[in-house]
């Protein structure tokens, strides 16, 4: 199986913060990459697919980049809604697996 | 809208059945491939089931952790995915979401169900 590493864990920030998450994959995943926001009580939304497309309605600020085994997820500035957990996920080979997760908490 | 809507969640005996059920509308059910992601408290998510579309024949995959467990299926009469689980351990207890499947985008899940909770305890 792919293992999927992100980091760091958990992060705190403030909001109008520039602020990078980065996914690492256990072996190359071409740019089989996506990323997901998650909110306490509700299920993951996808806001990013094939490393650096964004999905259609979510805000500009997120940007995604990468290829191979490096990838990150970038928001140019924190609102408050943004304050959440971030997981990446490979769709390279099943298993599909998804990373740790990142918290992104207010400073 | 797309929706997704999960029911049959609840509390279970270790070694017992439970049978969950996904409601989907909003879009064609049956051009869709679907999936069972499930998370359990406080941690990360887990692909654990696949079902193909309708036009892609019937491919289904299941994670090792419930390979032989668990039973995906749909009715696309029904607009409907199912997981029969079966065996059911301690281990299995988690948030069960129903996610449409995308292999166009990155092979993503882009609409997911609120969840069902999924409690295995004596």
């Known amino acids: 199986d792919i293992q999927m590493t992100q980091s760091p864990s958990s992060l705190s920030a403030s909001v109008g913060d520039r602020v990078t998450i980065t996914c690492r994959a256990s072996?190359?995943?071409?740019?089989?990459l996506n990323w997901y926001q998650q909110k306490p009580g509700k299920a993951p939304k996808l806001l990013i697919y094939?490393?650096?497309s964004l999905r259609s309605g979510v805000p500009s600020r997120f940007c995604g980049s990468g290829s191979g085994t490096d990838f990150t997820l970038t928001i140019s500035s924190l609102q408050p809604e943004d304050f959440a957990t971030y997981y990446c996920?490979?769709?390279?080979?099943?298993?599909?697996?998804f990373g740790q997760g990142t918290k992104l908490e207010i400073k | 809208q797309v929706q997704l809507v999960e029911s049959g969640g609840g509390l279970v005996k270790p070694g017992g059945s439970l049978s969950l059920s996904c409601a989907a509308s909003?879009?064609?059910?049956?051009?869709?491939?679907m999936t069972w992601i499930r998370q359990a408290p406080a941690k990360g998510l887990e692909y654990i089931s696949y079902?193909?579309?309708?036009?892609?024949?019937?491919?289904?995959y299941y994670a090792d952790s419930v390979k032989g467990r668990f039973t995906i299926s749909r009715d696309n009469a029904k607009n409907s995915l199912y997981l029969q689980m079966n065996s059911l351990r301690a281990e299995d207890t988690a948030v069960y979401y129903c996610?449409?499947?995308?292999?166009?985008?990155?092979?993503?899940?882009?609409?997911w169900g609120q969840g069902a909770l999924v409690t295995v305890s004596s």
């Open positions: 996610a449409r499947y995308i292999a166009a985008r990155g092979r993503s899940f882009d609409y």
């Open positions: 909003g879009f064609t059910f049956s051009d869709y491939s």
């Open positions: 079902i193909s579309n309708t036009g892609s024949g019937s491919t289904i």
């Open positions: 072996q190359s995943i071409s740019d089989y």
């Open positions: 094939a490393a650096s």
């Open positions: 996920q490979q769709g390279y080979s099943t298993p599909y697996t």
